[in-house]
Structure formats: structure tokens, C-alpha cells
């Protein structure tokens, strides 16, 4: 997401997020943390901190992670790492907040720093000082470059706002496998594919009425409130003010197309998810008149063909695949069709178009849980792997993970990327760990 002034609000923030805790973890080792209970030396130690994290990130700065893409406006990782670091010293508050929640740790715990798992609670505790942080920053030069009023709550809006478009796209990319819930958000019953798909294809062309009835929709198809929904009262208000939400969704688009020129891979890769649609289209047609004329069928030339059923290639319709000639040196159409397809659903989920071909290229072949697991599509393996180990765990190859997050995808994510529904994921996945469970247990 992107906002006039912001800088931490993009696809880089998960590894400054990672590339901070690394590098505060290792200045911790260096300080007395008992300090920490004694509010009289909390500004000393916060120069103590800051000064050990500077080095280490200093350290580190030609590693892989701080020298990647930190936002789109050609700041590296690394710098925006420091430049939040030191943007701590002007904002003593958070630090004051981070050093109260290590004591109210250390009554619960004892010295808790010293456990074996202590880097962990640490880690999560560093993670939501410079979270907060980060939206403090970015709304006071939000202010400054727009003269308008903004608070880092209002950030935070802006950013659930930003989520919910990209997870309503998602539900769009998959209308055939969430037909009554995309139904729920338009507010009418699916009749075929419905236009909406076709048209929105920014933030800008998301309707509020969509954003509120996604949120009503959530407790119903995925077992949750959604956040316009819960008893909390941070948007409270905003499910009944569509005007409001209507404004910052027009903001964000504006600004994203304003700024776009940053990204001129945008519009050809726009282009090749069309083209890509387009091919699919004409290797279906092509595959029925063949069929229909090797039957012996008469084939009129002005006829519309319907739409091939969901999961049916022309192929399977009676033997067409034995009857087309592939290029050895080319692959076979269906396969080519195959890929267009996964590229086109993952760009509708804003994950990048090649995501599902690198991701399992980085699979561990020789691993155990892949043996396990061979027969299951990489989507509930990913899947597993969430409910297991969590969203986000550094032994993930970057190929798993959605750049935007810095995680794995969402379940509903991976539930689009396989074809499937939200239930039918969860219960192939949770079939795939009885059988990680039952592998274990017999070894």
C-alpha cells in the first residue's frame, strides 16, 4: 500500500520487521537487561541499544536481506531498518512502552531473558514497539506532505482497508469456488460470471458496499468476525460511514496510479495476464472444433461456443488429445494453458504471476515431510506447514513466501491458488497432518 509521505507501509516492510529483531537480539546480548525494570535508566540504556543495533545492522548491511528492495521508492531494507532505528531516540515513548511490557514479562516469568526460548518472546516484543512505531512515523509524514490530519490508527485503517480489497480480489479471482460468498459481497445471487471480476482491477474500483459486506461475510465463510464486525471499537463507526471508507479507498487508488510510473513493469504484465486469458480461450476452441470434426460434426464458423464446465478440458470430451499434433520441442498446449492460468490467479492475488512454478522449485525434494506428503498439491503442503509452524518461520524458502507479508499466503490464498473452497482446504490439510502424524509415529 502506498500513501503520500509513507515509506513502511509496502511490500518491504516484513523483512525490516525480520532484518530489526535479528539485529536487536544481538544488542540485547550486550546489555544489562535488569536495567530494564528501572525507569531511571531507561533513556541510557535506549542510547545503549540504539548504539549496538546501529552496528549490528551496520554489520550486516551487504547481507541479502538488507540489500533487497525495501519500497518503491528505492530505499533498501537496510536503510529504512536504520532510519526506524533512530526515529526510536525522537519517540522515547515506544521505548518506554517496550521496556514496561519486559517488566510486566519479568513479574509473570522472573528473568525470563535468560531462558532457552527467551529469543522468541523478545523477538514478538521488538516486533510491536517498531510496529507502532512505524505507523507513528508514516502518519506524521503523511501530515506534512499532504497538510492534512492523520493519526496512526488511521493508518492502520487505510492498511485493513488495503488488505481487504486484496482479499476480496482473491475471492473474485476464485468467484467459481466462493460463488455464495462473492454473491454475499455483491449483494444478489451469481447468475455466471459475474462483471465486477472483470472490472475492478485496482483498489480504486472496490466498491465500500463490497468492503462491508466482506467483513459481514467473513464470521459466516471463514468462522470469524471481520474487522468491521468484531465487538472491538477501533472500526466501529466505519462499517456505517461507506462514504468514508468510499474516500480512503478513492485515496489509495489515486495515489497508487499517481505514482505507478515507479513500477513500469505493471502495465505489461497487466497485458501478459490478458493475453494469457486470451491464449486459454483460443487452445479451448481450437480443442472443441477439432474434436467436433473428427467426430464428423458439421462446424459452424459463426457459432459461439459455450464456456467449457469447470475442471473440463477439451481433451477429455472424447479423445482430442489423441488427435492433436504437439511439437515435440514445445510443450503440450494444455500445459502451457495450465501455467497461464496458475499466473493469472496468482497476479489476482496479488502474489507474484510466476509464484506457484518458483515455489516448487525451492521445495526440499529430499525432505522427509515432501516424501510424506508427495501426493498432496503443494498448496495444502504450504498449508500444513502454516497450521504447524505458523505463518512466518525462517526456514521458509522466499519462493513460499507472498513479498507483501513476508509470509506464506493466506489460507484463502492458498485455498484460490489450488482451485478449491476454504473448507475443503482446511480438510485435506488436516488429513495431510494425520498422515505427517501417523509417518512420524511409525518410524
Known sequence: ??????????????????????????????????????????????????DAAAAALRAGSHSGRAEAEGNSYGESVYELSLGLLYELQAHPGFWQAFAAAVAGEHARSGAFWLDAAADGVMRKKVNDMYACLRDKVDADNYIVTTGRECSPNKIYTYRMLDTAYREIAGLFAAWREHQEQVGAILGRALEGSPIEVRQMKSIGGCKAEWIIRWSESLERFGGAPGPLHTKSKRFASLKNSPGKIADMLTEIGDYEELSSNMDSADDWQGDAGEAASWLEDLWRVSGESELREAQGGAFDDDRILAAAPDGCEAEEQGGAADIAVEDEDEPPAREVAAVAAERKVAEALSLPPRYMELARAAQQTGSWALRVLGDESLPIRLAVYHKLLGAADDTYPDAWLDPATGELPTLRQLAALDGISMPTLRKRRNEAIDKLQAASAAR
Open 1 to 50: 500500500m502506498r500513501l503520500p509521505g509513507t515509506r513502511y507501509q509496502e511490500h518491504g516492510w516484513e523483512q525490516v520487521r525480520k532484518l530489526l529483531g535479528h539485529c536487536s537480539l544481538q544488542a540485547f546480548q550486550r546489555l544489562d537487561m535488569h536495567h530494564m525494570l528501572e525507569p531511571a535508566r531507561h533513556a541510557a540504556l535506549l542510547d545503549a541499544y540504539t
